[in-house]
Structure formats: structure tokens, C-alpha cells
């Protein structure tokens, strides 16, 4: 009796898990629904007539909103609204965008047509030429000679030049302040423990982390990491460009997964395989995509040596004021080991062009003059400094032009900024003019006490640096295969690293066939003929 | 009765039912307007409607796509092992659960059961991954402790499925016993007093009447189940795989993922969730045929 009850239960159950497997798989299919918007959409003229507006933009969220700041209403939010929302009669809304998901939403954003922001962005072009070449996009030009003149001159040609697609300014390139982008940095206590130099060459650089490992200086156990690796591009991209040849001078492919078309990459994988099967390298590499594991093993004083985007370490309570408190007499020096044999044994590594994040404006946008005058404003007077620098005698002092963060600066006034670097979108850092001074604003952003490391640090991210090839037409392989071949790419390199000494040939050749077969021959073959055109 | 008064007297009845009628078709059937995405060229900017037809275009390239393959296979090789380990569970579990005699007890080993099920995969992963790291992980120091080498529990292929096996086993068994013991509620337990008398040992009693009672339940079960071989949750194989086993974490869902919400290729997701659907309604249909043939009792 009661079991033919369940019975019945279970049929109503079965019915529910039926449609469940039929309507989930089809959720896959319920985009966006919003036919023919785009017609009024790209020009704006409805919000000069006196109606207030609301003009949404992006802002990455790192989840580091200190209290009682939260991303969407915070110091500089408030000062936005205030400087530039209320004289222009206009509500800036600001729509927080995860910074790990950012492309995924942005697509999800996107598709939803009516919910997406009127200012977007992402640091990835391929993005950007997909949705200009679906016609996603509002030409800027001429709002940007209308309304944007100060942010015309803030970016100048070669910048904007980056935003341009068949003549049509599809968006609105930020301008890099520094192009310098990683160092390496190594325990100098443990290699005056051991009475070792400081290592200049790969080849010196392999003993040293063998001592690393033998030694042990740290006396850490099996705690000790010769090697800090994560699976992130700071850490490996450094490691393999100091294998590759450029395919142009100082001048090479510039999205990461184009790194196995380099003659050499072969090299810096049977490298790495040797660092990782000998034990010198984090064992968890291949799960640490957020260089999480690397940060704690850093703050712990585990890792011996290792690499990472210039300055990342001196930040205020980040990893060097952390090591020195945890472990005493620990002591950090940036170092420049990595030789090219390839390329006449110099220091390469990889520099960023010279624009910053693309912004763009949904062709959906009914506020693209509104968006432009944003941009404007934050180009103008000196409105960069505020978002970057807070405010003067509050939070620095002018010193040479150049604002410079007051030593005992308190807490309440330093959180004001937590996240000023995404606001700020029209500039990757601090722009003052010639890469020398914005270098200099740059380090003076960072504590007092860190400044002679920095200084080194900035020398080595700009010694024997390789840039990205920029070509005169979007490589279309680049938006159809880039995702999944930047994924096989990770594949790639955890795959060959973990392999067995004796199998690596074996698990290269099939992961690089692998490779080509996903779309890599195609993206090769495009990119060897618009080089030839170059 | 007139039809009339008839719908006048059972009208409250038939108002509740439209509201789960309005769901599905809402969130079940509205949907499927979606589906002709994959016979389209989908273009962001323009809309279902703008998009140009293709045909059948997108699905040739799904089926010469190697990794939809891979992902197929894994989907079937990760829900069967799931079925050999995971389905057994909460029935060994409801059993013992069944012959604890202290009620207070079974009551807080019962809540102490339930409560993975409502902890998220991503906490979970989190968990897993403080606990299994070569590394870092605590398991794995205890082993070094213990003079032995450490287990990739995550980066190499039988470790990681035991792994991901055992994790699941671990979130979803406690919460699968409660239609088992509903069914067991339901038994005579004079069945039990005869057959101690008759001098059955605790494992007989559990073979000849526990089991026999609640074997209607498994079959149901086991039906339902073997008809999702193809549908696989997104969360558990996304969060749990990782790049060092991608070649066999990667089923389906995570596919669509990376391929539609990732790359933005919408019209190859579409048709991969498409064929997942049809090949779900065959499976179900298939499995509903032969527990008709089998046991008389089907479930639609």
C-alpha cells in the first residue's frame, strides 16, 4: 500500500525530472530575444533635453571593497556623480562586473541588449572584433570630435588608431602609461646563506634552484618551493619568452595562445617538464589559475624565486610588507635571469602595447554622448589624478608635478582608492606624458619603503622587451579560435610539464597536433600572410 | 453534471494546477522558442529573429569537433561510474540508517547526513581542494608525515575520479536515503518479529524482508537515472576537474559553457544542448520500454 503510494510519488517526481532533462539542455538557447532595437540605437540627442538620465558603466569587482565603501557607491563614485552626473543632469550608474568572469558576463551583457551598460569594456581585442564584426558596436567618431576633445588630446592618434576597424572608431582604446610588465625576484637571504651570486643567465639560474632545493636555506621541508608557478600569465608567459623568437624583430604575435607558433616553445616546455619532474616548481601549479597558492606560499616565505607583473609585490600589507613581518631577516631582490638563447642570450619578456583596455559603446546604447562626455570629463582638468591619487594634502602631496602618497596616510583616506585603477578606464596607469615621469608617478603611488625595489623592478620590465605585432586588419581566427585555444594552451603546458622526462616528446607532439587540429592551423596560416603584408 | 456546475465545484482545484502549468510553460516550453538558434547563423546584435538561417550547417561542425566527443564520452564514463558507486550509497546508508533502534540517535546521524546535500559545489571545491592538494593539502601531509609519497588526488587521471566519485558520494548519498526510508516506513514489522523467531541472523533479515520491501523504489530510481546519462550537472565536474584532468572533466555541460558563454559561438552551444535533449528523451523513453517489459511497470 504505501509502496505503490511512492509509487505515485515517484511518477510526479519522473515527470519533473523529464522536462528538467529536456528544458535545462535548452536553456543553453534562450538568449537574447531583442530584434531590432539596434535601429534608434548609436545616436543620442534625447538627453539634451533637460530630462534627467541615467548613464550605466562597467566597473570590474575584485571583491576587495573595504568597508564601508562597496563597489557601486563608494569615494569615487560619489565624486562622479558629484563632478560630473549632477552640472550635466545626469545619474551615473555603475554595473559591477566580476573581474575573473568578466568576458563571460560581458557576453552574457551583451546579448541582453537592453540591460547592458553604455560604457563596456575588456582588455582582450578578440572580444572587441566579435562584436564589431557582428555590428554590436556605436561608431564613436564623430560624438568623439563633438564631445570628446580632451579626450582626443589625452589619448592622441597612435592610441585611438588601436580602436579602429575599416575606418570606423569602434572603440575607444585606454592609453598605457607604462608599458614595462614583469621582473622576477628572488630570497637574497637564502642566497647569501648559501654563499651563492645572484644569478644572471637560465642556465645559472637552474643551479640556483638546485641548491634551492638541496640546501634547503629555508629549512622548510617538503614546504620549500625553489620555484614559485601558477598557472597564471605572469609566471609562465615569462618563462616562455625567453625561449621564443620573435617572429619580428623586437615585434612578435601578441595574444598568449600564438605562444606555441614560435619556434622555441618546444624548449620552454621540455624546461619546464625538467623544473617540475626535478621538483623545483609548486607541485599545485596546474589548480592555481588565481596565483592564490603562490600569494599564500609568498606571504609564508616558501618560494625561493619567481616571477610576476612589476610591482604586484610592493603594494601596501602585500607580499614583501607580509614576508618581512612573517620571516625574520628575509629579504627580496628583483632579479633579470631569464636568457634567450634564441635571441643572442638577452633578458627577453613581453611588453604591452601601448593602449590599454578597449571601451566600448553597445550599438544598443541610446547614451553614446553622455558615455563620451564621461570619458571627457575623466580626461579633463585634473580628474585622473583624482581617481588615482584622492585628494591633495589628504592623500598626497604635489611634489615636481607629481603627486606623491603621503607617508602616513590613514587608513580612512588610503581606502578611498581601493579601486581607482578601474575607474580610471581611459588610462592603464598614472599618465603624465613621457614613459619616464609616468614611471616615476607610478612607484611614488607605491609605500616609501619599497621604492629602490621598484626602481630595479622597472629597469628589468623594460630591458630587452617584446611587443605585440599590431596588424592593419583584425585576424579573424583570432575571435573564433581564441578561447578554446587559449584553454588548450593551459592543457598544453600542464600536460607537458607533468609528463614523465621520457614521455614528453610523446605528450608534446600529441598535445601540439592537438593544438593545430582545434584551429591553430587556421590562426597560423592567417597570421603568416598578414605578416608578409606588414 | 453539467459542465457548469461542474467547473463551478472544482474550479479552486484546477486554479492550483495552472500554477504549476504556468511554470512549465514559462520556464519549460517558452525557452524551446531558443532552440532554432542552432539552425542560425546567431548574431548577438540582431536577435533570434535577425539571425541568418543555416540549416544544418552548425551541426556538422559539432559532430567533426573532437572535443564534443570527449566531452560525450566523459558525460556517459563519469555518470556511469557515478551510477556504480553513487546509487548504491544511500541505499547501504538507508539500511543502516533503518536498523539503528535508538531514535535519538538515528534522528542526529540522519540531520548530520542531510546537511552536505545543502552546502554549494563551490564551497565544496574549495574543501576538496584544501584537502587534496599534492602540496598543501592536509591529506597528503599526513601521508609525507606517515613516511609515504604523496597521491595526486587531483591532477592524475584514477585518483581524480576517485575523487570526484567520492565526493558526490559524500554530498548526495545522506539526502537519497529519504525515499528509501519513506518506503521502509511502510513495512510490517511483524515480518521482523516472525522472522526472528524463526532464528534469522540481522544480514538475512536484511536480505529476505528489507530489501525485497524497497526494491520497487530502487527499480523506479534506477530507471530515472539511467534516462540522465546524458544530462550532467554543470557545477560538480567544473568546479572538481581542473587543466591537469581536462581531458576527462570536461562533459558536456562545461563544453556548452566554454563554447557558448565563453567564446560567445551560441549556435554551436545550441545545438550541443539540442542533442543532449533529444538523446536524453530517447534514453528515457528507452529505459521506461524495458522496465515495461521487465516489470509491468513503467513510469509515464
Given at each position: 500500500m504505501t509502496v505503490n503510494a511512492n509509487q505515485k510519488v515517484l511518477k510526479k517526481a519522473l515527470g519533473v525530472g523529464l522536462s528538467a532533462v529536456m528544458g535545462m539542455s535548452l536553456l543553453a538557447g534562450c538568449g537574447s530575444d531583442s530584434n531590432g532595437n539596434t535601429a534608434n540605437g548609436g545616436s543620442a540627442v534625447e538627453g539634451d533635453n533637460g530630462k534627467r538620465v541615467t548613464l550605466k558603466v562597467e566597473v570590474f569587482d575584485?571583491?576587495?571593497?573595504?568597508?564601508?565603501?562597496t563597489i557601486t557607491n563608494n569615494f569615487l563614485t560619489q565624486m562622479v556623480q558629484e563632478r560630473f552626473g549632477d552640472p550635466n543632469n545626469i545619474d551615473v550608474e555603475f554595473v559591477p562586473v566580476q573581474r575573473s568572469e568578466e568576458v563571460t558576463k560581458l557576453n552574457v551583457l551583451m546579448a541582453s541588449n537592453t540591460d547592458v551598460p553604455d560604457i563596456v569594456f575588456t582588455y582582450d581585442s578578440s572580444v572587441f572584433y566579435r562584436y564589431a564584426q557582428q555590428g554590436g558596436l556605436t561608431d564613436v567618431g564623430a560624438i568623439l570630435d563633438e564631445h570628446g576633445p580632451n579626450l582626443k588630446k589625452f589619448l592622441g592618434e597612435e592610441t585611438l588608431s588601436y580602436g579602429q576597424i575599416d575606418g570606423k572608431q569602434l572603440s575607444i582604446p585606454g592609453k598605457r602609461a607604462v608599458t614595462g610588465r614583469y621582473s622576477s625576484y628572488i630570497r637574497q637571504d637564502w642566497l647569501d646563506k648559501l654563499g651563492l651570486p645572484v644569478p644572471t643567465t637560465t642556465d645559472e639560474l637552474y643551479t640556483t634552484l638546485k641548491a634551492f632545493k638541496d640546501k634547503d636555506p629555508g629549512g622548510l621541508?617538503?614546504?620549500?618551493?625553489?620555484m614559485g608557478m601558477a598557472l597564471a600569465p605572469a609566471q609562465f608567459e615569462t618563462l616562455i619568452y625567453s625561449f621564443i623568437k620573435p617572429v619580428k624583430g623586437d615585434l612578435t604575435?601578441?595574444?598568449?595562445?600564438?605562444?606555441?607558433?614560435?619556434?622555441g616553445f618546444k624548449d620552454a616546455m621540455q624546461f619546464l617538464n625538467k623544473l617540475y619532474n626535478e621538483g623545483l616548481i609548486s607541485k599545485d601549479f596546474s589548480l592555481d589559475e588565481d596565483k592564490t597558492q603562490l600569494g599564500k606560499d609568498l606571504n609564508n616565505g616558501y618560494v625561493g624565486y619567481w616571477s610576476d607583473d612589476v610591482g604586484n609585490l610592493a603594494y601596501a600589507d602585500g607580499t614583501l610588507d607580509v614576508l618581512y613581518a612573517n620571516v625574520e631577516g628575509s629579504k627580496i631582490s628583483a632579479v633579470d635571469t631569464y636568457t634567450n638563447a634564441n635571441v643572442d642570450n638577452k633578458h627577453i619578456k613581453s611588453r604591452y602595447a601601448s593602449n590599454g583596455m578597449y571601451i566600448m559603446i553597445p550599438k544598443s546604447s541610446k547614451r553614446a554622448v553622455e558615455a563620451v562626455k564621461y570619458l571627457d570629463w575623466m580626461a579633463s582638468d585634473d580628474n585622473l589624478v583624482l581617481m588615482y591619487s584622492g585628494v591633495e594634502g589628504e592623500n598626497y602631496d604635489l611634489v615636481d608635478g607629481i603627486p606623491v602618497v603621503k607617508p602616513d596616510v590613514s587608513k580612512e583616506f588610503a581606502d578611498r582608492l581601493f579601486n581607482g585603477g578601474d575607474m580610471a578606464i581611459i588610462s592603464n596607469g598614472k599618465n603624465f606624458g613621457d614613459q619616464e615621469l609616468n614611471q616615476k608617478a607610478w612607484i611614488s603611488g607605491f609605500p616609501e619603503r619599497h621604492k629602490e625595489i621598484l626602481e630595479q623592478s622597472y629597469a628589468i620590465a623594460n630591458t630587452d622587451t617584446v611587443g605585440p605585432i599590431v596588424f592593419s586588419k583584425p585576424i579573424e581566427a583570432e575571435p573564433k579560435y581564441g578561447t578554446t585555444l587559449n584553454d588548450k594552451l593551459a592543457v598544453i603546458m600542464v600536460k607537458t610539464a607533468m609528463a614523465k622526462p621520457e614521455q614528453f616528446d610523446a605528450v608534446y607532439e600529441q598535445e601540439m597536433k592537438d593544438f593545430m587540429s582545434l584551429g591553430g592551423t587556421q590562426l597560423k596560416e592567417e597570421l603568416e600572410a598578414a605578416l608578409k603584408d606588414l | 453534471m453539467s459542465k457548469v456546475s461542474y467547473l463551478k465545484r472544482y474550479w479552486q482545484l484546477y486554479a492550483l494546477l495552472s500554477l504549476p502549468m504556468i511554470y512549465f510553460f514559462i520556464f519549460r516550453y517558452g525557452p524551446m522558442y531558443g532552440v532554432q538558434i542552432a539552425f542560425k547563423d546567431f548574431n548577438l546584435f540582431q536577435g533570434i529573429g535577425g539571425s541568418e538561417w543555416i540549416g544544418f550547417d552548425a551541426f556538422r561542425e559539432v559532430f567533426n569537433l573532437r572535443e564534443f566527443y570527449t566531452a560525450l564520452r566523459n558525460t556517459f564514463m563519469l555518470n556511469f561510474l557515478d551510477l556504480l558507486v553513487s546509487f548504491p550509497a544511500p541505499i547501504i546508508l538507508a539500511i543502516m540508517l533503518y536498523e539503528i533502534k535508538g531514535v535519538w540517535f538515528k534522528k542526529i546521524s540522519q540531520t548530520i547526513l542531510y546537511i552536505p546535500h545543502f552546502i554549494s559545489w563551490v564551497i565544496i571545491g574549495g574543501i576538496v581542494y584544501q584537502l587534496f592538494g599534492n602540496q598543501s593539502g592536509m591529506v597528503n601531509g599526513v601521508l609525507e608525515g606517515l613516511g609515504l609519497s604523496p597521491i595526486p588526488f587531483l591532477t592524475e587521471k584514477g585518483p581524480w575520479l576517485v575523487t570526484y566519485l567520492f565526493t558526490g558520494v559524500w554530498q548526495s548519498a545522506g539526502w537519497g536515503t529519504i525515499l528509501y526510508l519513506a518506503a521502509l516506513t511502510g513495512v510490517n514489522r511483524e515480518l521482523f518479529e516472525a522472522a526472528e523467531v524463526d532464528g534469522a541472523t540481522r544480514m538475512k533479515k536484511i536480505w529476505y524482508i528489507t530489501l525485497p520491501s524497497i526494491k520497487p523504489t530502487i527499480v523506479t530510481l534506477l530507471i530515472l537515472n539511467l534516462g540522465k546519462m546524458v544530462s550532467i550537472g554543470f557545477d560538480r565536474p567544473y568546479i572538481i576537474g581542473n587543466t591537469a584532468v581536462r581531458e576527462y572533466s570536461d562533459v558536456l555541460s562545461t563544453f556548452v559553457y566554454r563554447v557558448g558563454l565563453e567564446s560567445g559561438q551560441y549556435t554551436l552551444a545550441t545545438v550541443v544542448g539540442l542533442f543532449q535533449a533529444v538523446v536524453g528523451l530517447v534514453f528515457i523513453l528507452g529505459s521506461n520500454y524495458i522496465s515495461k517489459k521487465m516489470t509491468g511497470n513503467g513510469i509515464i
Open positions: 575584485r571583491g576587495n571593497s573595504p568597508a564601508p565603501h621541508g617538503s614546504k620549500n618551493i625553489p604575435y601578441g595574444q598568449r595562445y600564438e605562444l606555441p607558433l614560435h619556434e | -
